[in-house]
């Protein structure tokens, strides 16, 4: 796997940028125009139209629906993504994936399936 293709940034919108902090949890639906990043723990679904980053120190239980996303944290659940996925080498993944494109990085946990 091409150190390039990690790299490669997430598919942003111009809408508004939603920060779960570190500290914080999120339980229920939450939907958007722009990208999220979860530094904290969310449970439920997520439904956003530009980028999902699940930071190494974030907790993801959730159906999640975006344009792309970006995982290096922890994630359990169903992911659908637009454009691409990219699983980075510190995250433990156990979902199944729906997307045009995914990336695996080497050390990464993935347990799932991925369809296009």
């Known amino acids: 796997m091409a150190a390039s293709m990690l790299a490669r940034k ?3 919108t111009a809408g508004s940028e939603t920060i779960i902090g570190s500290s914080s949890m999120f339980i229920g639906s939450f939907s958007g125009d722009g990208n999220m990043t979860i530094n904290g723990i969310v449970e439920g679904d997520i439904n956003v139209e530009g980028a999902i980053n699940v930071t190494s ?3 993801v239980r959730a159906h999640i629906h975006a344009a792309t996303c970006v995982i290096a944290g922890a994630i359990t ?3 659908t993504a637009l454009y691409h996925v990219i699983i980075e080498p510190t995250a433990k993944a156990w979902c199944d994936i729906k997307t045009n494109e995914l990336t695996v990085a080497a050390g990464a946990t993935f347990k799932g399936s991925c369809t296009e």
Do not use: F, L, S
Request: aromatic share 0%; charged share 20%; hydrophobic share 10%.
């Open 77 to 79: 659940g169903k992911i």
């Open 57 to 59: 120190q974030g907790r």
């Open 10 to 12: 997430p598919h942003t």
